[in-house]
């Protein structure tokens, strides 16, 4: 059994910046890859961010590159998603996921577990 828990949604202003955890706890896939999706009412789960085990590589949406970084922290078992200068349409419930190795880090269908999900609202 895996655990996700995401904490640090909130609302904010557009421009500001936001950080998310993701702390994982359980039995836990070896050499895991982390990813983080966003989804709105009406619309399908979307991708936002993946980090394999190792952190040497890191996966981004058109819409966030360069405004949102992810990061681990293996030690902690904890992922993070660094959102900077966020707009409106960054308005989502943000989701943690984790999956085996291998595959598509983009796609929802391929991760195995996730989290409850944290709300991120940016408003003015």
């Known amino acids: 059994q895996v655990q996700l828990v995401e904490s640090g949604g909130g609302l904010v202003q557009p421009g500001a910046s936001l950080r998310l955890s993701c702390a994982a706890s359980?039995?836990?896939?070896?050499?895991?890859?982390m990813g983080w999706f966003r989804q709105v009412p009406g619309k399908e789960r979307e991708f936002v961010a993946a980090?394999?085990?190792?952190?040497?590589?890191?996966y981004y949406a058109d819409s966030v590159k360069g405004r949102f970084t992810i990061s681990r922290d293996n030690a902690k078992n904890t992922a993070y998603l660094q959102m900077s200068s966020l707009k409106p349409e960054d308005t989502a419930i943000y989701y943690c996921?984790?999956?085996?190795?291998?595959?598509?880090?983009?796609?929802?269908?391929?991760?195995?577990?996730w989290g409850q999900g944290t709300q991120v609202t940016v408003s003015s």
């Open positions: 359980g039995r836990t896939p070896s050499s895991n890859t």
């Open positions: 980090i394999n085990w190792s952190g040497g590589l890191k």
């Open positions: 996921a984790i999956r085996a190795p291998g595959g598509n880090p983009r796609a929802p269908g391929s991760y195995d577990n």
